[in-house]
T-cell receptor, first 109, second 114 residues
Framework: GESVGLHLPTLSVQEGDNSIINCAYSNSASDYFIWYKQESGKGPQFIIDIRSNMDKRQGQRVTVLLNKTVKHLSLQIAATQPGDSAVYFCAENGGRVIFGKGTRLHILP | GAGVSQSPSNKVTEKGKDVELRCDPISGHTALYWYRQSLGQGLEFLIYFQGNSAPDKSGLPSDRFSAERTGGSVSTLTIQRTQQEDSAVYLC????????????FGPGTRLLVL
């Protein structure tokens, strides 16, 4: 299966600053991408998605950028708040959904 | 509205015992996924079901793991002769179909094998 056995990298951000979480995907045929947020003790929750015919999509305080040329996805969180502390996963779908390794976002007071 | 539910929420068992984990997907969702998440790590795909098609079992780590989905709805993940390395959170997700649809996750079952 798609094993993601490494421990998660951590991004520490000052409260109020913007956060940028990056993800490299593997399948050039993937045409749908999703970001999930997983808070401690809970299952992942959908944040925002983007299809391959777009390069940017905005939600409430979140923006996803897609660069198909280099197979790179990013999640930008504006004005980071303590409630944004979580692990963030990207996922790609090119017939099979594959999750990235995840990044832990830590908010500094 | 009803989301994905899983039971039990926590399970403590002894090494060598069998366990069954249950997942109730969102009504009408044809695709159902099982993942395993070890502490502080990412998601490991185990198996998925899509409608009446044969399940994709390619992620199951050993033949001690099996899953079934009855009537296209509820799914049970069974781990036989549990080992300590099976300790993890087992997450279930469902989606409307597998055509690029968002997966909705349950809260997970935390399994501890002593």
């Amino acid at each position: 299966g798609e094993s993601v056995g490494l421990h998660l990298p951590t991004l520490s951000v000052q409260e109020g600053d913007n956060s940028i979480i990056n993800c490299a995907y593997s399948n050039s045929a993937s045409d749908y991408f999703i970001w999930y947020k997983q808070e401690s003790g809970k299952g992942p929750q959908f944040i925002i998605d983007i299809r391959s015919n777009m390069d940017k999509r905005q939600g409430q305080r979140v923006t996803v950028l897609l660069n198909k040329t280099v197979k790179h996805l990013s999640l930008q969180i504006a004005a980071t708040q303590p409630g944004d502390s979580a692990v963030y996963f990207c996922a790609e779908n090119g017939g099979r959904v594959i999750f990235g390794k995840g990044t832990r976002l830590h908010i500094l007071p | 509205g009803a989301g994905v539910s899983q039971s039990p929420s926590n399970k403590v068992t002894e090494k060598g015992k069998d366990v069954e984990l249950r997942c109730d997907p969102i009504s009408g969702h044809t695709a159902l996924y099982w993942y395993r998440q070890s502490l502080g790590q990412g998601l490991e795909f185990l198996i998925y079901f899509q409608g009446n098609s044969a399940p994709d079992k390619s992620g199951l780590p050993s033949d001690r793991f099996s899953a079934e989905r009855t009537g296209g709805s509820v799914s049970t993940l069974t781990i036989q002769r549990t080992q300590q390395e099976d300790s993890a959170v087992y997450l279930c997700a469902s989606s409307l179909n597998t055509g690029g649809e968002t997966q909705y996750f349950g809260p997970g079952t935390r399994l501890l094998v002593l």
